[in-house]
């Protein structure tokens, strides 16, 4: 008759005890989802996104994933652009508020993706592929730009209170130049100077 009575009081401690179990493992649970979350918002304070500005939608993306889309999405930017702004614009020298699409191209595409945009449908993102290249000192800068010294296209620079056309082969020529032997620079200028003769183009290419 007593054995009834002795086992309350044991059920009641093995029931206090998984009680306490299940809030431990709760506890830790939690504790393991805040670190896990914490090292995952750890890895995105420095991306493309940061630089460019984009909805948390995307921010939340996996690194690899939501890099590769900005970066698509930055060259298309760049492909739209009706006019790549200088520092200062307008009659007034008002600062532009356009991203410094070069310094970002640079710092988040790298050395084989730039020497494909340098073959990009729109001038502008070759002529930025190969200027981001050349600040990366790629050393085959020289084949990419003889590869377009008849590139003609143009892209339009609009600088102060001037909206210029800028050839794609002329921009290449003013990147490169610096680097080249005098004796390349000379003919280099003298085959765009051939190219662009009677043109507007021939005296852009004449005081570079």
């Not at 939690?30 to 493309?48: M, Q």
């Not at 003889?146 to 296209?153: E, M, Y």
């Amino acid at each position: 008759m007593s054995s009834p009575k002795l086992l309350r009081p044991t059920l009641g401690f093995m029931q206090a005890m998984n009680i306490l179990r299940n809030i431990a493992l709760l506890t830790l649970m939690g504790v393991g989802l805040f670190f896990l979350f914490a090292k995952i918002k750890a890895t995105k304070e420095h991306s493309i996104v940061d630089d460019l500005g984009v909805s948390n939608k995307i921010a939340t993306q996996p690194d690899s994933i939501r890099d590769e889309i900005e970066l698509n999405n930055l060259v298309y930017s760049i492909a739209t652009l009706n006019n790549l702004e200088s520092e200062s614009i307008g009659y007034e020298g008002r600062k532009s508020t356009q991203p410094d699409y070069l310094a970002i191209l640079k710092k988040w595409a790298n050395t084989t993706r730039l020497v494909k945009l340098t073959d990009h449908g729109n001038a502008l993102v070759r002529s930025m592929a190969f200027q981001a290249l050349k600040e990366k000192n790629y050393n085959g800068l020289k084949e990419i730009f003889k590869k377009h010294l008849n590139d003609k296209q143009t892209y339009n620079v609009h600088s102060g209170c001037v909206v210029e056309p800028v050839p794609v082969n002329i921009a290449f020529y003013r990147c490169i130049s610096p680097t080249l032997a005098s004796v390349e620079r000379a003919t280099y200028k003298r085959k765009l100077l051939e190219l662009y003769k009677g043109t507007f183009f021939e005296f852009m290419i004449r005081y570079s």
